[in-house]
């Protein structure tokens, strides 16, 4: 049974920093690509950052370059989303994806408010 479970959002300030993970199950995790999605209210789901197989390569959004830090546990089936500087246009839900070829697994989402 394929599962992404995520953790460690919550309510942080402005300029703030969070750690969120995701832990896979039910599948080869280091042969797939993994990104972080996230949706506020109101707006459609935008992709944040991804990460390839193997950590050849890291993309991020221009939203949150330089402040967003994508990285792997290939050992512990996790991937991380350190967020650095955090502005309340980040507060969203955030959901990790698993994917390869044709294939998508999602988790069921973790919530981020910025707010003082």
């Known amino acids: 049974q394929v599962q992404l479970v995520e953790s460690g959002g919550g309510l942080v300030q402005p300029g703030g920093s969070l750690r969120l993970s995701c832990v896979a199950s039910?599948?080869?995790?280091?042969?797939?690509?993994m990104s972080w999605y996230r949706q506020a209210p109101g707006k459609e789901r935008e992709l944040v950052a991804t990460i390839t197989s193997f950590s050849v390569t890291t993309n991020y959004a221009d939203s949150v370059k330089g402040r967003f830090t994508i990285s792997r546990d290939d050992a512990k089936n996790t991937v991380y989303l350190q967020m650095n500087s955090l502005k309340p246009e980040d507060t969203a839900v955030y959901y990790c994806k698993a994917m390869k070829y044709f294939t998508n697994y999602w988790g069921q989402g973790t919530q981020v408010t910025v707010s003082s």
């Open positions: 039910g599948f080869t995790f280091r042969t797939y690509s």
